[in-house]
């Protein structure tokens, strides 16, 4: 890992300080230097250096006897309990020791972080390969043992109770390292770390899925009922929005099915992929969205596109004619979700109940509709909810 940054940090250091500097590996070898042209040969104060783990001293009636080797000191490089290499510095003992122990400890310090960085990689990676496998789980065709055998080896138990939560960042344009989402740059990192301090649980699971979806499989309490689970996961979900919206960031978040046991993950991890991708569709905006909320829309997800298609037309063609047919199909869904209440559904939209009347009555008009027989209403909300999931981008919801 030394001989990787050496030569940057010889080269940057000794710019800044305007000091010759060579690094060696743990055996005396220079793998770095000001000097470029000093690189491969031994340094032969920095053996001792190693072997005794202290400063070597350098004096100029000292090394003219020694090949390469120029008056200063050399300090050994300490990194993770062993001396792999050294640092020296050319010039006066007294001037350069104090910039050679700075020197020193920026390089521990550049060599821990790379570690850090190097193991939080492979095990993120190990992370989201688990949860791969978890999602493409079969329990008629895989052998569980080995996933718990993979898990163990991250620290987690599979056999406890969790809730899978999926989170997509909204209105996102791909780069290299970092993506706009709203008006805010960001890196994976950061959503990352925001979502481990939400879930923070020893046992919670959380990864990146790719660039912009995030999954988290969240343990749950064995004694809590779901919709007790599903509160709690929820108030942690907000937790999350609100870590994300300091950033700027705009998130939808779904909440899946309580699973008991691995074999029910894989169905927990597609109902809150299947919450997000309803409730970007219908709602169009960020929010968290659970699927114990959402059952009719993903009844009706499972009727064949044709059918759906069919039924849509049947009870919406005359209302998709009108000018204002947006307007009026988003009026009725959100007066239908408000027990139809015109106060409510009006504050909701934002307009004046009179208006809220006046388009309900057109809608009537237009659908030939009976505000009083639930079961033409509920016939027209289903035929906007197929309309909503349809056309707006994910058709593929249906069945073929």
Same mark, same amino acid.
């Given at each position: 890992?030394?001989?990787?940054?050496?030569?940057?940090?010889?080269?940057?250091?000794?710019?800044?300080?305007?000091?010759?500097?060579?690094?060696?590996d743990?055996?005396?070898?220079?793998?770095g230097?000001?000097?470029?042209?000093?690189?491969g040969s031994l340094?032969?104060?920095?053996?001792?250096?190693?072997?005794t783990?202290k400063?070597s001293i350098?004096?100029?009636n000292?090394?003219?006897?020694?090949?390469?080797?120029?008056p200063?000191?050399?300090?050994?490089i300490e990194?993770?309990?062993?001396?792999?290499?050294?640092i020296?510095l050319?010039?006066s003992?007294?001037?350069?020791?104090?910039?050679?122990?700075?020197?020193?400890?920026?390089?521990?310090?550049?060599?821990?972080?790379k570690?850090?960085?190097?193991?939080?990689?492979?095990?993120?990676?190990?992370?989201?390969t688990?949860?791969?496998?978890?999602?493409s789980?079969?329990?008629?065709r895989?052998?569980?043992?080995?996933?718990y055998?993979?898990?163990?080896?991250?620290g987690?138990?599979?056999?406890?109770?969790?809730?899978?939560? &999926?989170?997509?960042l909204?209105?996102s !344009? *791909?780069? /290299?390292?970092? %993506?706009?989402v709203?008006?805010?740059? #960001?890196?994976?990192?950061?959503?990352?770390? &925001?979502i481990?301090?939400?879930f923070n !649980? *020893?046992? /919670?699971?959380? %990864?990146?899925m790719?660039s912009?979806? #995030?999954?988290?499989?969240r343990?749950?309490?064995?004694?809590?009922?779901?919709?007790?689970?599903?509160?709690?996961t929820r108030?942690?979900?907000?937790?999350?929005q609100?870590?994300?919206?300091?950033?700027?960031l705009?998130?939808?978040?779904g909440?899946?099915?309580?699973a008991?046991?691995?074999?029910?993950l894989?169905?927990?991890?597609r109902?809150?992929?299947k919450?997000?991708?309803?409730g970007?569709?219908?709602?169009?905006?960020?929010g968290?969205?659970s699927?114990?909320?959402?059952?009719?829309?993903?009844?009706?997800?499972?009727?064949?596109r044709?059918?759906?298609?069919?039924?849509?037309?049947s009870?919406?063609?005359?209302?998709?004619?009108?000018?204002?047919?947006?307007e009026l199909?988003h009026?009725?869904?959100?007066?239908?979700?408000?027990?139809?209440?015109?106060?409510?559904?009006a504050?909701?939209?934002?307009i004046?109940?009179?208006?809220?009347?006046?388009?309900?009555?057109?809608?009537e008009?237009?659908?030939?509709?009976?505000?009083?027989n639930?079961?033409?209403?509920?016939?027209l909300?289903?035929?906007?909810?197929?309309?909503?999931?349809s056309?707006?981008?994910?058709?593929?919801?249906?069945?073929?």
């Open positions: 890992m030394l001989e990787k940054i050496a030569q940057k940090i010889a080269s940057s250091t000794a710019e800044l300080i305007n000091i010759d500097l060579i690094i060696t743990e055996k005396g070898i220079i793998i230097a000001s000097d470029p042209s000093r690189k340094h032969e104060p920095s053996l001792e250096a190693i072997q783990g400063i350098q004096r100029e000292e090394v003219t006897h020694l090949t390469g080797v120029k200063g000191v050399t300090l050994p990194f993770t309990g062993k001396r792999i290499g050294t020296a050319t010039g003992p007294a001037r350069v020791t104090q910039f050679g122990l700075l020197v020193k400890k920026h390089t521990e310090l550049i060599l821990s972080e570690l850090f960085s190097e193991v939080f990689f492979i095990r993120s990676r190990a992370i989201q688990l949860m791969e496998q978890i999602a789980f079969n329990p008629e895989d052998d569980e043992s080995s996933l055998v993979s898990a163990r080896g991250l987690f138990e599979l056999q406890i109770p969790r809730i899978a939560v &999926a989170a997509e909204l209105y !344009r *791909p780069a /290299d390292k970092v %993506t706009d709203g008006t805010a740059p #960001y890196t994976q990192m950061d959503v990352l770390m &925001a481990r301090t939400a !649980r *020893p046992q /919670d699971i959380s %990864t990146m790719d912009d979806r #995030y999954e988290i499989l343990a749950a309490n064995s004694l809590l009922n779901e919709k007790e689970v599903v509160e709690r108030k942690e979900c907000e937790v999350l609100g870590l994300l919206q300091e950033k700027g705009h998130i939808v978040i909440i899946g099915s309580l008991q046991n691995l074999s029910r894989p169905a927990s991890h109902d809150a992929w919450a997000v991708t309803i970007k569709n219908i709602y169009q905006k960020p968290i969205y699927i114990g909320d959402m059952m009719l829309e993903d009844l009706l997800t499972t009727a064949s044709d059918v759906a298609e069919r039924y849509r037309n009870h919406l063609a005359p209302l998709r004619k009108a000018s204002d047919s947006q199909i009026t009725f869904r959100v007066w239908c979700e408000h027990r139809f209440s015109p106060s409510a559904a504050q909701a939209l934002n004046h109940k009179n208006t809220l009347n006046y388009r309900i009555n057109k809608i008009s237009i659908c030939g509709l009976d505000s009083q639930f079961k033409e209403i509920f016939s909300y289903t035929a906007i909810i197929i309309h909503e999931l056309d707006r981008g994910d058709s593929q919801l249906f069945l073929r």
